[in-house]
């Protein structure tokens, strides 16, 4: 049985697992915002069309110039990409052939990337449920290490890694030369956001990854950003296609980082929505990941959680399945934050599962 490798796209799930798609469902695979794009790109949309008929600009300019301004970075220490696939290929292109550990678990892109670039891969299994970050347990592997993948806020889990302990091992790295690539694609839905942008001239060996797809609800565009030492970012650079930013992508973009009130809306809306989950949970005896952001991982810790997605399947609920995530192996199933009426739905649906469950 081959499972989707990631989320959306819910008829190639149904496919793999042989059950039948219902006439209508609710897809909780996907973690973009739940409040949708911005009221600015949705008013300003139509106006793009006129930029299809011209290359766009390779340099990302405008893009380049505002986020830097931003970030408070140099222009040289960033680079946009089609999205953050693009972005993770062109670190693993960079590492080719090269020794690589990644914190485990995580997004399956960075095994898949490092691995099509003939990489060593060395997986590091965080323990659940807490998936504390074992700073000691990695300091012995780090010496053989060229590069290592983080992600936090963690996909699957939504957990955000204490900072003393992500700074101890950036530490450990740079005195190793082992780069870092840290993954921040879910920062930005953190109450109190924190990105470890501003050690960037303080670790010459850390290159930070972001996704403008989750915040924005515009994965179809396909955008997102390095940033890294310029050093960095000139190597990566070699290695993009002229053009995979598209023109759409780029004026999309610039009115996105302009969109600070629609993010701050989405937090607060967010962690509104997270708390009545939980109660819910609470009651219903499931076992439950405390994130941090828009996902979390949950799990019945009385049952296979295949039997869980099949039944949740049949039901027009779409789960993230976790097979392919080293340390998790399918025993949890990962559900997206969405909105009230889905939330209505999908408690009814484990409230019928725990009545279910006493019969199996």
Partial sequence: MQLPLHGSNPQYLYQSLRVTMPDSFYDFSANINPLGPPAGLKEQWPSFFESILEYPDHENRELTELAASMEQVSEKSILFGNGGAELISLTARMLAGKNVLIIQPAF?????????????????????????????????LIKEQDALYLCTPNNPTGMSYAKEDVLQLLTACQKENCLVILDEAFYDFVIDPFTYRTYLSYFVNLIILRSMTKMFAMPGVRLGYVLAHPGIIDVLKSFK????????????????????????????????????????????????????????????????????????????????????????????????????????????????????RSTL
């Avoid at 095994?111 to 060593?120: P, S």
Wanted: with cysteine.
């Fill in 241 to 356: 296609p002229h053009w995979s930013v598209s023109s759409l992508a780029q004026k999309a973009g610039s009115i996105c980082l302009r969109e600070v009130v629609h993010q701050q809306e989405t937090v607060k809306y967010i962690e509104k929505q997270k708390r009545q989950l939980q109660f819910f949970y609470k009651t219903t005896g499931l076992v439950v990941s405390q994130s941090s952001v828009n996902f979390y991982l949950l799990r019945d810790p009385e049952l296979d959680a295949r039997h869980l997605l099949t039944y949740l399947l049949e039901r027009g609920i779409v789960p993230r399945h976790t097979f392919n995530f080293p340390g998790l192996d399918g025993k949890w199933l990962r559900f997206a934050v969405k909105g009230e009426r889905e939330h209505a739905v999908l408690m009814e649906e484990f409230t019928q599962w725990k009545k279910h």
């Fill in 108 to 140: 399956s892109e960075y095994a898949a990337a490092c691995l099509a670039n003939q990489c060593t891969i060395t997986n590091y299994i965080l323990k659940e449920p807490e998936w504390k970050l074992d700073v000691e347990g990695l300091l012995p």
